[in-house]
T-cell receptor, first 113, second 113 residues
């Protein structure tokens, strides 16, 4: 059973606030990903990491930043939230060598007012 | 760049009836193909995947999918749906040697008694 956690599950915050979305996995996976998902739209990759101290931007431009200091932890930060950041954010991880089987967390639904 | 099309935004099926969800991809070579399911308030769960070999692949929860190279399709099927199958279904592709997934926009499945 895949164990990947995201907190908070729901967040409503005002414009200009700094926020950090947490993602942790207990599977020891090297690769981790952040996706942005809007209703009725496909998931878009915004960040990924192939290991500690490795981070790359994804296909969709995002004002968020990520860090990977520990294998199990891949937080996403927005320095100054805006209404355009309102979306669902999904974290995923995969094991090296089985690169395509990504395990997803439950997601964080962010609303910026 | 590869793309994925799920032409049906919403499908309604009676419980016990058969199901087919369509997925077409656009890519120069045969990519790796996946179907994921997302229940309300949950992350995505992998149903099945196709890498090579037998074009009919079996997945979890009684689902299967058939890869048809000539039609660039990877349709998902289930012979008899259950009320618990109500969810959003996403088709995804990844080029060989590239872990980054490209998702379709999803098909929402509603089950009626």
């Amino acid at each position: 059973e895949a164990d990947i956690y995201q907190t908070p599950r729901y967040l409503v915050i005002g414009t200009g606030k700094k926020i950090t979305l947490e993602c942790s996995q207990t599977m020891g996976h090297d690769k981790m990903y952040w996706y942005q998902q809007d209703p009725g739209m496909e998931l878009h990759l915004i960040h990924y990491s192939y290991g500690v101290n490795s981070t790359e931007k994804g296909d969709l431009s995002s004002e968020s930043t990520v860090s990977r200091i520990r294998t199990e932890h891949f937080p996403l930060t927005l320095e100054s939230a805006r209404p355009s950041h309102t979306s669902q954010y999904l974290c995923a991880s995969s094991e090296t060598g089985i690169a395509y089987e990504q395990y997803f967390g439950p997601g964080t639904r962010l609303t910026v007012t | 760049a590869q793309s994925v099309t799920q032409p049906d935004i919403h499908i309604t099926v009676s419980e016990g009836a058969s199901l087919e969800l369509r997925c077409n991809y656009s890519y120069g070579a045969t990519p790796y193909l996946f179907w994921y399911v997302q229940s309300p308030g949950q992350g995505l769960q992998l149903l099945l995947k196709y890498f090579s070999g037998d074009t009919l692949v079996q997945g979890i929860k009684g689902f299967e999918a058939e890869f048809k190279r000539s039609q660039s399709s990877f349709n998902l099927r289930k012979p008899s749906v259950h009320w618990s199958d109500a969810a959003e279904y996403f088709c995804a592709v990844a080029p060989f040697g590239n872990e980054k997934l490209t998702f379709g926009t999803g098909t929402r499945l509603t089950i009626i008694p």
